[in-house]
Every structure is written in C-alpha cells, then in structure tokens.
C-alpha cells in the first residue's frame, strides 16, 4: 500500500506542476500571437503630434496610414511617442529628446521604427546634433536587433530652405546610412512647396489637408517596408 501511495502522490504533484505553469504558457502563447502584428515606434515633433492648425486626432498623419495599411491587409501595433518642440538635441514642450521618446516607444519586437524631423534642431552645434543622432538611432538598434529604421529628414514649406536647415538635413541623412536606415529627404522631394493650403497660418505646422498629405507621402514608404508586395504595386 505504501508504494501505491508514493504513485499517487507523485502524480499528483506532477499533474499540479503542470497546471500551476499552464497560465503561464498560454500567457506565452498570447504574446507570440501579439508579435505576428507588424509593430511599429514613431518618434517625432509636432509635425506628427499635430497642433492647432491642424493634425489633432484621428486627422493627424499616423491614424490616417494606418488606416491605409489596413485597407492594404497589413495589420499594425502602432506607438508614436511624439513632442511638439522636441529634436535630437532640443527639449521639446515636456522636455523631452529623441532619445527619451526612443526609450519610451522602441521595443525589441518592433518591425519598424520611423523616425521624423525635426526642424527645432535648427539652433544646434552640427558636432553635437551628430553625436545626438548617432547615439539616438544606436539606442533604437540595441533595442529593437531585427527592425527596419525609416529616417525622415525635415520639412520646410518652401524650395529654399535656410542654411540650419539644409544641415540638420545633410547630418541625418548621413547618421541614417551609418544606422542601416532608409532615409528620406522631404527638402528635396518638395514636400509642401508651392502648396499654401497645406501650412498653416504660422507658415510652420501642416493643416488638416497637410497631415492628409503626409499621410499619402509616407503609407507607401511604410507599407513597403512592411511588405514588399506594398512596392509591387498591391
């Protein structure tokens, strides 16, 4: 009868192992379902928060390429960490840079992260923005190893841009390479030159149909990195 016992007894113990870890298997199976959704980190400044001219919402750029992605069956995890004022060495309206958006918006399964701006660098010594930009896009690589980086240089709302800006410009587009990351470059694209109705009245922040523009301008670059089939012409 002893030895019967013992029988039971271990079964018994085994059987209560297996249900006390069962929890946390299929809390692991949830989050591996969680990682098969492309996830993507914005960092940005008020071009992508949106302001009072416009972008507020469901208006501004990222909700609206969301959407198309969706329309273009690719589900996304969004998490934008934006600051209006914010830039690589500039605090923005909370005090944030870059690099603490990096911290609060990258993760290791991020599919892509989009960088965007900014312009509030403009005062910054170009020695110290690079050694910003560098630092930033490394912090982004060590935590997210697999993801695609998608850099998108400043804006400005007119085809001849000031010297500052052409440099923050010509630093990030350099930092991008060194990063692995695909860069691009709005100034020369001519992104919102010649196109009052998309600036607002601070000749500054993008309106509504400015926000819808951009949204146009980077679905596509978004979507490709996410699925090739996007750059076929899906």
Not at 86 to 105: F, H, I, K, Q
Not at 124 to 130: A, E, G, I, K
Not at 135 to 147: C, F
Not at 171 to 193: C, H, K, M, N
Request: hydrophobic share 45%.
């Amino acid at each position: 009868m002893s030895r019967l016992l013992t029988l039971v007894l271990a079964a018994a113990v085994s059987f209560g192992a297996f249900t006390a870890h069962a929890p946390v298997l299929r809390h692991h199976d949830v989050r591996l379902t969680d990682f098969a959704v492309n996830r993507i980190s914005v960092i940005g400044d008020s071009y992508t928060t949106g302001d009072d001219d416009g972008g507020i919402g469901a208006k501004g750029w990222p909700p609206q390429v969301w959407r198309a992605l969706t329309q273009h069956g690719i589900a996304v995890t969004p998490t934008v960490a934006a600051e209006g004022g914010a830039g690589y060495c500039t605090r923005g309206n909370r005090g944030s840079v870059y690099e603490d958006l990096t911290v609060r918006a990258v993760k290791p399964t991020d599919a892509l992260v989009v960088f965007f701006g900014s312009r509030n660098d403009i005062d910054v010594d170009p020695t110290r923005l690079s050694i910003a930009m560098y630092g930033t896009l490394k912090m982004a690589r060590q935590i997210a190893h697999s993801a695609k980086f998608l850099v998108i240089g400043p804006p400005w709302p007119t085809a001849d841009p000031p010297p500052a800006i052409t440099r923050i410009r010509d630093v990030l587009g350099y930092q991008s390479e060194l990063a692995g990351a695909t860069f691009v470059d709005p100034i020369a694209a001519r992104w919102f030159v010649d196109q009052p109705g998309l600036i607002g009245a601070d000749g500054v922040h993008p309106t509504d149909a400015g926000h819808t523009y951009m949204a146009e301008k980077l679905a596509p670059l978004i979507g490709a990195a996410l699925n090739p089939a996007w750059r076929r012409g899906r």
